[in-house]
């Protein structure tokens, strides 16, 4: 990615740092503590949301890390739950504070709907992403040019200067994978995506240039499910998991669709979606078989 791609926008410096992740993870961590003291004296939803003037949905959107936080809320509730530790206090209200904090990508709310907040705020918080893709090569690891002719089919009425706005979004995503400690990718692209020349045969040339290289890096695993396999386990659709750090937190499933995306957050829908991830990295060709497969697609485009 040259520099030209990201110069002079207002996320160029710290906050692509240690909070370029946004508010997700501290709301998560909040909210599962919470609900671990809640329930420890065994208080109610409905009288927790009494205290703080709200509701029971409201606690439950709390808990689940769905809501931000006031912080005369959350002192409030501290002391219901009986939470006397002055450093523990000030730890969880410190987490209060980082869950309102805005994102990065939150400058380009004019081209994100609503409904991928989620999945944006999940990938830029993530230790891991796998994905399976079958017509298009995931965004992570897309060029400009593949990023740009991409969004044109997608949103064929939109101005170039919207255009621009959402290449230039999709781009700057991909600095998780370079950040330290980097996000881990591992994708499984259906050979379509790679056959199928999205803006032309020399954009799509250099788009399969860029994948032969930035699969070399040892954050990034890309594996081809070839036309000759067959069936496989995932021929619904895209898929994508994203594992957040640590321990306590859930792993995010999401399935775009073409005007609004899923997130089965079950723990038995999550399981299925794994298992069938699993399998497909068993079922498609080994990472390391991938830049010879990549070079011969060139070679034939």
């Known amino acids: 990615m040259g520099a030209e791609e990201t110069a002079g926008t207002p996320f160029d410096s710290e906050v692509l740092g240690g909070r370029s992740a946004g508010p997700m993870v501290p709301r998560l961590l909040l909210g599962a503590r919470l609900r671990r003291l809640r329930e420890g004296r065994g208080v109610s939803r409905e009288a927790a949301g009494r205290l703080i003037r709200g509701s029971r949905s409201k606690i439950s959107r709390m808990e689940g890390g769905r809501h931000g936080f006031k912080l005369r809320d959350v002192t409030d509730l501290l002391t219901l739950y009986g939470v006397t530790d002055e450093a523990e206090r000030a730890t969880l209200l410190t987490l209060a504070e980082e869950a309102n904090t805005p994102a ?3 400058y380009f709310n004019d081209v994100v709907p609503a409904w991928k907040q989620n999945y944006l705020a999940a990938e830029q918080a993530a230790s891991l992403v796998r994905c399976f893709e079958v017509q298009r090569i995931p965004a992570l690891l897309q060029t400009s040019g593949y990023a740009r002719a991409s969004v044109r089919l ?3 009425d939109a101005s170039e ?4 706005r959402r290449v230039e979004l999709r781009m700057s995503r991909q600095r998780v994978l370079h950040r330290r400690p980097a996000t881990r990718l591992w994708a499984v692209l259906d050979e379509a995506a790679l056959r199928r020349p999205v803006g032309g045969i020399p954009t799509m040339r250099a788009q399969l240039r860029h994948l032969i290289e930035i699969c070399r890096l040892p954050q990034i695993s890309v594996q081809i499910m070839p036309f000759l396999g067959g ?3 995932a021929e619904g659709g895209p898929i994508t998991i994203v594992r957040l750090p640590g321990s306590e937190l859930p792993d ?8 609004t995306g899923l997130y089965p957050d ?3 829908e999550i399981e299925c979606y794994w298992d069938a991830m699993n399998r497909l990295a068993v079922e498609a060709e080994s990472p390391d078989e991938t830049p010879t497969i990549l ?6 485009t």
Request: no cysteine.
């Open 104 to 106: 990065w990508w939150q």
């Open 231 to 233: 069936g496989h386990s």
């Open 161 to 164: 200067e919207e255009t621009e």
């Open 252 to 259: 995010v499933v999401y399935l775009e669709q073409l005007a």
């Open 266 to 268: 079950r723990p038995a």
């Open 295 to 300: 070079h011969r697609i060139l070679q034939e």
């Open 154 to 156: 997608a949103h064929p």
